[in-house]
DNA sequence: CTGTTAGTGTTGCATTTGCAACTTTTTTGA
DNA sequence: TCAAAAAAGTTGCAAATGCAACACTAACAG
């Protein structure tokens, strides 16, 4: 996986921290980011904890749009903060470092091997994040309800290497995340337990055949 | 909008392209990219025509992932095509220059100012590129087809200023778009002109109030 | 330890959706 | 210019989905 420090030492990462005019801040579980942060142009650095960039209905329907770990980078800028329905929670205790967009592209040591280096480790998270972007995409224009589970399940499997693994979700969530009611969603996974394609239980997952 | 040429001089530009061993190819109307290209690792920008990168269900069932336009870039790595169900396809006669993604990083010219801009052009296409997949995405997961057509309809309506416009799409790509029936699709958009919430003909949409 | 909250699991029912099968209209290219 | 193909438009119907309203269990905080 891409980190956005890849092979650059200590110092020089103290050094573009400080260029960058980086801000660490601790956000405590279930807070919202956006009370504390402009809207406006910031990339966001999870060092530790876990972030969901949210949406909420005018119905009251949550529908979760990332769902960030450890190491994932988060911009306020493609993000669509600007629609009142979005929202950033913090999901546990979580420290992020935030670092203006502009500034990314405007340092003054551009000719650093450490910058370089920092460009092109932020190109290829940018490329992950399109790449994953599409996997959701994928998932969500699958039709019906089993399709979305099946696909998501499957890719789940696929980046375990298992066919048995820990759901990043709840069953509450994942509803959230595929966008499909929840009801309606246990019911099929009732349908794919009886037709032995799942085994679920207490968060473990097994994909059968 | 951001261009990955911007700010670079033709002769820079010239020699950037020959150090990136960049390849023009053209395409035939209806044809597909994939058998005349590696899926590797790849950056397409779009000269001029327009692609569809389309996935077709076991049973049938079109969806357009992405709608390419003239200036646009997609990248063969980021997006899903070592899945058998997809595809590229150029929609109109189409000339399309590609570089290998790997090239990109690893530029013998990293210190001058052409390749500082080339990169810095690059993020900002990847930004935009993630913004339109988090519009995408925020019309994927409204629940109902009325909500997907007015969520299309309302972005379109702000990206071009106005409330009156032509759609990027005929009606039947729009349904496959959208990911739903276009049937169903067709039932709702009458709804919506007997609710006077749009009016529509030969491709022109307009919103009302 | 226990009351409260969050998450799981289920069901009935109305509504929406997808599918199949058409007709009509428009576009296209030989 | 005209036949064929593509797109638009429509409908009935079965199936899937969302919604509301539950009961039950697990987790959590005071």
């Given at each position: 996986m891409a980190s956005i420090f890849k092979e650059i030492g200590t110092k020089d990462k103290e050094k573009l921290l400080k260029e960058l005019e980086a801000i660490k801040m601790f956000f405590n579980k279930n807070s919202s980011l956006l009370e504390r942060i402009s809207k406006s142009n910031l990339i966001g650095i999870l060092k530790f904890g876990s972030v969901q960039i949210i949406r909420t209905d005018y119905n009251g329907n949550v529908i979760i749009i990332s769902d960030l770990r450890e190491g994932d980078i988060f911009s306020t800028k493609f993000s669509?903060?600007?629609?009142?329905?979005y929202d950033i929670i913090a999901k546990e205790d979580s420290e992020i470092i935030f670092i203006d967009y502009d500034y990314i592209l405007n340092?003054?040591?551009?000719?650093s091997i450490y910058y370089q280096k920092f460009l092109i480790n932020f190109i290829n998270i940018m490329g992950e994040m399109i790449y994953y972007q599409n996997k959701r995409i994928n998932v969500l224009t699958r039709k019906t309800t089993r399709e979305k589970l099946l696909e998501y399940f499957y890719n789940e499997s696929r980046k375990r290497y298992s066919k048995t693994f820990k759901l990043d979700f709840n069953l509450t969530e994942l509803a959230e995340y595929l966008s499909i009611d929840r009801a309606a969603m246990m019911r099929e996974i009732k349908h794919l337990k009886e037709d032995k394609i799942i085994e679920i239980s207490n968060g473990k997952l097994t994909m059968l055949n």
């Open positions: 669509l903060l600007d629609n009142a329905e340092i003054n040591q551009k000719k």
